[in-house]
């Protein structure tokens, strides 16, 4: 009987991720050069993409059968590998539901639906563990999470999900479920007038610059500066639409969400 794919190429991290939580990395013959979970990846596995681009002849010359990508923003590259007579299969997840249901879906393809199954069951009660610590409770933090700055975009819909779960509320929630980059465009006066009280900036790919974003018109009076509640996340924890986000990502979020004003923190800008 087949077994699965034997030889599989991930152009995002989170798929390799997931291969490595169910114990199936063997199969695994290129990464990302994003990829930065598990450490041992990035040691292990040759690199043959960037996110947007990569290599078709590298791809192609170790012989995959079948190559996992993420998202709309993937798709020239993968048109390429189609063209190319590859096997592509390109998830498209935006909500925790969907990040669980792709890691069910890579457990039925290598032959581990069973050992999936468990993994996300592990993750839904870690979740939920998070969930009730903050259940019923009247006031939550407003807090603005920043996914890029130029233009300025919002937190995608895991991520608001995740913020509701850390016992936060995001003054961009309706955004969120929006699912397209440029549908979560905002205006610096929508920041303003929103007034979080917990500031994250997370810019996908590069290091937060809270000097820059703070020196923006009219963020000197939003409550998360005046507070001194601006914080950067580690977009490897909480960008990447895999297990990170469910676990580290979920921690560090509760815990920015809860920090005391005054508390030192090697996170807090």
Not at 222 to 249: H, N, S, W
Request: net charge negative; hydrophobic share 40%.
């Amino acid at each position: 009987m087949p077994r699965g794919p034997r030889r599989i190429i991930c152009l995002t991290e989170e798929p390799t991720e997931i291969l490595y939580a169910l114990g199936e990395q063997e199969r695994i013959v290129g990464i990302s050069a994003y990829t930065e979970r598990p450490a041992e990846a990035r040691r292990d596995k040759p690199v043959v993409s960037a996110f947007i681009g990569g290599s078709v002849s590298k791809i192609c010359a170790l012989k995959p059968d079948l190559v996992i990508g993420f998202s709309d923003i993937q798709a020239d590259l993968a048109s390429k590998l189609i063209a190319a007579g590859l096997q592509v299969l390109i998830f498209n997840q935006r909500s925790l539901d969907e990040i669980l249901e792709v890691i069910l879906t890579m457990g039925r393809l290598v032959g581990e639906p069973v050992v999936a199954e468990k993994l996300v069951g592990q993750y839904l009660r870690s979740i939920e563990i998070v969930r009730q610590r903050y259940a019923g409770r009247s006031y939550r933090p407003r807090v603005y999470f920043e996914e890029w700055n130029d233009p300025i975009i919002s937190g995608i819909a895991w991520v608001s999900e995740l913020i509701d779960i850390a016992g936060g509320r995001d003054v961009f929630a309706k955004e969120a479920m929006l699912p397209m980059a440029k549908d979560r465009v905002l205006s610096l006066q929508q920041v303003v007038d929103a007034d979080p009280e917990v500031y994250i900036g997370c810019w996908c790919g590069k290091a937060f610059d809270s000097e820059a974003a703070l020196s923006r018109p009219g963020m000197r009076d939003v409550a998360a500066v005046r507070d001194g509640r601006v914080y950067e996340m580690d977009p490897c924890i909480i960008l990447q639409p895999g297990p990170a986000c469910l676990t580290d990502g979920l921690t560090e979020l509760e815990r920015l969400i809860w920090l005391e004003p005054a508390a030192e923190s090697g996170s807090q800008c």
